[in-house]
């Protein structure tokens, strides 16, 4: 490792980081190696993980990549177990996997509910809650609230013993409040995020385990870089228009508070912190 990753915030850590192929995960993972902590890193991606491996390798971290499907109960402890036979224990867990609403059906739903919002028309229902389907619901629910229980099950039972360990879960404002209407599956789970962040602080306090929230705004992850890249520039004005700062966030910068709250320099246990350029504020 690098002399520098050695003097790392998180020098000596083990973080696991779910969802870490692609976008913020693999994001936060290389953040928390450049801070010294050796890294596990799973998703279901096997080819963006493996790019998320070889920059690891190329800072000089240690790091285990593993295919895992966190809404699989049994492949989530089968994890864990490799990542603690690998290095002996657990210090950090990210929760980042997640669905996210891409699809065209998705995008045209987002777009109305924009509209909606920025310009003038009559009040109306927008149909959206009453139009889904049972799978347009269901479907959020495996990845983004039981893959995030799945995986604190199995972190507390590595850190409980220990009395030490560091939870982050990635949220959005779209569990805070009305920032994603357009998708009434995804804004629940995300709420689910962010209540289980709450009880399970309080339930792992005690022995001294921090469990936090970030709440996202807008991330400019290749998904949301292929939204902008289709939308007109009325649909992207609209966006950015809502936005007090007028523009998302760059994954670095969500990245970087993560690694705050995986560090040893803090005092807060159950917040939801929502960096989101004051879109809720």
């Known amino acids: 490792m690098t002399t520098s990753s050695k003097l790392g915030r998180l ?44 920059r690891l390798e190329d800072l000089g971290s240690e790091c285990l990549a593993l295919r895992c499907d966190v809404s699989d109960s049994a492949a989530v402890d089968a994890t864990f177990a490799q990542a603690v036979e690998r290095f002996g224990t657990l210090d950090i867990l990210v929760n980042n996997a997640a669905r996210i609403p891409t699809s065209a059906a998705e995008e045209a739903r987002r ?9 003038p028309m009559p009040r109306q229902s927008l149909g959206i809650v009453s139009s889904l389907s049972d799978h347009d619901w269901l479907k959020w629910w495996d990845v983004n609230m039981h893959g995030v229980f799945y995986c604190t099950r199995a972190a507390l039972r590595i850190m409980e013993p220990r009395r030490s360990g560091k939870i982050v879960n990635i949220a ?62 009325a649909q992207k004005n609209t966006l950015f228009q809502m936005v007090p700062l007028g523009r998302v966030g760059r994954p670095e910068e969500y990245a970087s508070l993560a690694v705050y709250l995986a560090s040893d320099e803090h005092y807060l246990v159950g917040q939801v912190i929502s960096p989101n350029g004051g879109l809720v504020i």
Not at 18 to 36: C, D, E, K, R, Y
Request: proline share 3%.
């Open 111 to 119: 777009n109305r509910h924009y509209a909606y919002l920025t310009t």
């Open 172 to 233: 959005s404002v779209a569990g805070l409040g009305t920032a994603s209407t357009h998708s009434p599956g995804y804004s629940a789970t995300k709420a689910g995020v962010i209540s289980l962040t709450k009880t399970t602080a309080l339930d792992a306090a005690g022995a001294n385990i921090y469990v936090n929230a970030i709440a996202c705004g807008g991330v400019l992850t290749p998904p949301f870089q292929d939204y902008l890249d289709r939308a007109t520039e």
């Open 11 to 54: 020098a000596g850590k083990v973080a696991l980081i779910t969802g870490a192929g692609p976008g913020l995960g693999g994001v936060i993972a290389h953040g928390m190696a450049q801070q010294g902590a050796s890294i596990v890193i799973c998703d279901i991606d096997a080819e963006a993980l493996a790019h998320t491996a070889r």
